[in-house]
Each structure stands twice: as C-alpha cells, then as structure tokens.
C-alpha cells in the first residue's frame, strides 16, 4: 500500500519519537494550507507548487481546504481551518471590514478570467448574444433574467454585476448563487439559468457540449481592459495580518513556492503544465476545458506577482459598489508586497 506524503511524515514522525530514525529536518517542517473554491484550473498555482516539490523544498506540510465558491477560502481563512487563500481581491476586504485585518501577499491573476458571461444556447440562438440583449431579456413570465455566478458575494459575483452595471442593467438582473461546476453548468443546460458568469473550463465546456454561449469573454485580447479600464488584482493570495506576526519566515517561504511555481508556469509549455495536474486533480474533466483555463494565465498574466497602486485604483471601481458593502480601503493598509520582493530577490 502507498503511502502519500504526509501520511509518510506522520509515520515519518513516529518512527522518529521511537528512536528508530534521526529527527534531521522533520522536526523543521512547518504545516501550511491554502483554501480556495470551485476547485477550478484557475486555482492550479498552489498545486503545481505542491507538485514540482516547491513547498517541501521551503519545508512546508502542505495541504489544500477546498470548497465550492470564492467565499470558502475567505470563510476557512476567519474559521481558522487554512492558513492562506486563494481568490477575488475583495476577499481579503470583506475580512478587513469585519474586523479580521487581513493582507494581499501575491497576485496570480490580473485579467479576469472569472468574468465570462455564458447564455443558453437557445437564447444565443434566439438573438441573445450580447450583454445589451441579456439586460434586457424577459423570461415567458415577464420576470428578469436569470444570472448565477458561484455564490453571491463571490468573485463571479463581483465581477459579473460589476460588467452588467457598467453595460446599463445592474438593476434589472436575478442575481442567484449557482455554486460549483457540478450544479451551474447542469443549472444552465435545464434552464433554471439563463445565464452564468463562468471560468474559462466552463465556458469551453459549455459550448462544445451545445448548451451554452459566451456573449462577453475575457480570452479575446482588450475585451477585460476596455470594460474594467486596464488589469486590476483579479485573484490573489491573501492571509490574516496576524499569520504574518505569527509566523514571518513561514508566509516567506509559503510565497517562495508560489513564485518558483509561476517562473516553472511562465517558462513551460501547456502540455507539460496539464500533465502535471490534470490526473491529480482534474481527473475527468474534459482537457480542452482544463487546458483553456490553465492557458488563459500563460497568455494574460506576466507571473510576476505584483500588485501596484494603479491596478488597486482600478479594483476599487469593482469592489467599491452597492451591494459589496466593501468601504474604500487605502493600497497600503491592505497591500503588502515585502515578500514578492523578497522572492523575487532570491529566485532571479
């Protein structure tokens, strides 16, 4: 029977309290967790770490808590039950708001590939294909259209109110929680959806399954910076200010890895980044799909991590909003780029 690798220190450990191996280096490792949801490829940073032996190599115990939305990493974050989380930038404010001050460490993202809007197909087919003949839609009841995005407050959430709004029709939307993969895309298909604010696997599954149709699709160069104005901290990796007094050498080595981890991505072809995670994690999931959404980062994100002023200015027009109940938050209360820098420093 194999064993994984942290069953392997667990029994590691034991063998070691026995006196039956030297405790050189485990008594070092030092447990780490990063939560995030849907468990979607545009979360695959923190797996391709774990998987290229980046976490083990700065000494970490590395675990994933994964959940269906956005908002789990935020939650498991509060509860305690990870130490880091991966995810919309408004997270991390909405932590702060309520008291558990929290701070954006890395950016993985800074072209939304969370905000693709997906209508039926047989809406598509019936003259629906733009956002300005989504607002106005009206179902046979009379009722406003349908839009699910992960879970109300998500980051789905945030970004497909936020392009609706800009279009004309933030008030003329039934924003619902439509959840993960499992229940959107059937959501969709049966028509309890009209439409769904979708990740770019989604988006390619959608369409090639024929019952759905993207009408606003960040993949197309300019589409993302002519709506929102420019690249924004889209998903970034954020902890609680209290981890980072805790326990400095720990966030720096949890950063390391995820910096040696976009350098790996940046510098390697799709093909071998998907043969990396696809069996682990993405077992049964159509490739074209995975590799879509693996794609979207290597094409849009130049890996470098950072954050800058400019790019907050331009998050805030997204976070800032009725609805989001987020107040205006200053770059350097909430930003802290010191390990970015740090790593970069290290891994030239």
Do not use: C
């Amino acid at each position: 029977m194999s064993l994984n690798r942290r069953q392997a220190l667990l029994s590691g450990s034991a063998l070691v309290g026995a006196g039956l191996i030297p405790s050189v280096g485990l008594a070092q490792a030092k447990a780490a967790s990063l939560a995030f949801g849907p468990a979607t490829p545009i979360y695959a940073l923190g797996m391709i770490a774990e998987e290229k032996g980046f976490f083990k190599t700065e000494n970490l115990d590395f675990k994933f808590v994964m959940g269906n939305a956005g908002t789990h990493g935020r939650q498991s974050l509060a509860a305690g039950q990870a130490l880091f989380a991966h995810g919309d930038a408004s997270h991390p404010l909405q932590l702060s708001t309520r008291g558990k001050k929290a701070k954006i460490i890395m950016a993985s993202q800074v072209i939304s590939s969370i905000a693709n809007i997906v209508v039926r197909k047989d809406l598509f087919d019936a003259g629906i294909n733009s956002i300005e003949k989504l607002g106005n839609y009206k179902r046979p009841d009379g009722s406003k259209p349908v839009i699910a995005a992960t879970a109300i407050g998500s980051g789905t959430w945030m970004y497909g109110t936020y392009a609706m709004e800009t279009a004309g029709f933030g008030d003329k939307i039934n924003w619902v929680a439509g959840g993960g993969l499992k229940t959107m895309l059937p959501g969709l298909e049966t028509k309890q959806f009209d439409a769904i604010i979708a990740v770019p696997s989604w988006v390619v599954e959608a369409e090639a399954k024929g019952f759905g149709k993207a009408v606003f699709n960040t993949s197309i160069p300019g589409t993302f910076e002519k709506a929102f104005g420019g690249t924004v901290p889209v998903l970034v990796i954020y902890t609680l200010e209290e981890t980072i007094q805790n326990d400095k050498a720990m966030v720096q080595s949890f950063v390391n890895g995820m910096y040696q981890a976009m350098k790996w991505v940046k510098a390697t072809p799709l093909d071998d980044v998907y043969a990396l995670v696809a069996k682990k994690y993405f077992d049964g999931v159509d490739p074209v799909a995975v590799k879509a959404e693996l794609g979207f980062d290597k094409a849009t994100s130049v890996y470098d991590g950072r954050v800058d002023k400019a790019m907050w200015e331009r998050g805030g027009k997204v976070w800032y909003r009725a609805g989001s109940d987020i107040p205006p938050t200053k770059f350097e209360d909430i930003v802290d780029m010191s390990f970015v820098d740090a790593a970069q420093a290290k891994f030239k």
